[in-house]
């Protein structure tokens, strides 16, 4: 079972930055792929970004050239950089760490951006 605890969720007015965190507990972190979801109000929990352990991402379309995922192994930590963002962003965020064992979740981060 993997620990994960979500930070840096807040309000922010269109056009701003945010930055998430999400802190595993394990020892072997550096084998997961990590992942970011979000959802909104009324609708599916969507997949954000994923980065694997070798580094390589991949995001949902319309986070692209505004969202990247980064992960600090030493660190046990995954982090999502959020640039120009847009009210449809605004949703509850969360980490999932993919293992063997199944998809692990965090409690989740709000994200509000207005207008």
């Known amino acids: 079972q993997v620990q994960l605890v979500e930070s840096g969720g807040g309000l922010v007015q269109a056009g701003g930055s945010l930055r998430l965190s999400c802190a595993a507990s394990?020892?072997?972190?550096?084998?997961?792929?990590m992942g970011w979801y979000r959802q909104a109000p009324g609708r599916e929990r969507e997949l954000v970004a994923r980065?694997?352990?070798?580094?390589?991402?991949n995001y949902a379309d319309s986070v692209k050239g505004r969202f990247t995922i980064s992960r600090d192994n030493a660190k046990n930590t995954v982090y999502l950089q959020m640039n120009s963002l847009k009210p449809e962003d605004t949703a509850v965020y969360y980490c999932?760490?993919?293992?063997?064992?199944?998809?692990?979740w965090g409690q989740g981060t709000q994200v509000t951006v207005s207008s």
């Open positions: 999932a760490a993919f293992t063997t064992y199944g998809t692990n």
């Open positions: 980065i694997i352990s070798g580094g390589s991402t």
């Open positions: 394990g020892s072997i972190f550096s084998s997961y792929a």
